[in-house]
């Protein structure tokens, strides 16, 4: 018997690109291919707010603060939406015409990483958690190919980029600089497909990966070493979310 669904939250007219809760879990935000952003009320079971682009929408990420909206689009656009102001307040093109994949921004706000179709990752290390146009904006090569996915660990000691090209990298944070910079630490091999999608453990000690390969990995960070292989799946692990808090 398959369960039932307790939500279904329908009326998209493209593929769904990014999806994620408010810290209360009474809301769910998501993005499409289709150009809209949608607010979802789950108490309702309806859409309490919609914001149209033109573009395709490829990714969202949710600002600490949660009243703000950090997307990409198929363009190269990064914008931002503020829903006290009720609009695009902020707009950036680190790379024209070439779609932003993958957004990850920092639990203290303090920074923000977008990855591009190209394998390059843009970092914007933002003033007072606030986004605009005099930020710092670093440009390096994550990989070369296609990254898929980017995520900024809680604790902000590493960041960790997918790739079309079978692998995952880990970066950690050298402080040493006057800006802070990703460096890269290490690559963990052992997916034969795209990997598409991680997620660092609450402490990063530990980050899972999802591929094309049918099969999920748990991977220690420092050691770079494969912990279990999650199997059963008899399609592509396309997304996955880690429900880990830390204990106070």
Known sequence: MKPNPIHVFDG???????????KDGGYIYSCSEDGFIRIHDIRSNKVSKEIQEKESITCVALHPNESE????????????????????????NPCPDVGIRSISISSNASQFVAADSNGYCH???????????????????????????????????????CSADKTTKIWFLNEKYEVPKWEYNKTLF??????????????SEYIITASSDYVAKIWQCESG????????????????????????
Not at 190 to 203: I, L, M, N, T
């Open 190 to 203: 052992g997916h034969a497909r795209w990997v598409w999608d991680c997620a660092f453990s609450c402490d």
């Open 123 to 161: 970092q914007y290390m933002t003033q007072n958690m606030d986004i605009n146009q005099d930020n710092i904006h670093t440009r390096f090569e994550g990989h070369q190919d296609y990254i898929t996915k980017v995520s900024i660990s809680a604790d902000l000691r590493f960041m960790a980029s």
């Open 12 to 22: 998209f007219k493209n593929n769904i690109t990014g999806i994620g809760f408010v």
């Open 225 to 248: 070493d494969v912990l279990r292989n999650l199997k059963g799946h008899k399609l592509a692990v396309n997304c996955l979310t880690l429900n880990d808090v830390a204990q106070e």
């Open 69 to 92: 909206l950090i997307f990409g689009d198929q363009q190269g656009n990064i914008k931002v939406y503020d829903f006290k102001l009720n609009k695009i307040r902020y707009k950036t």
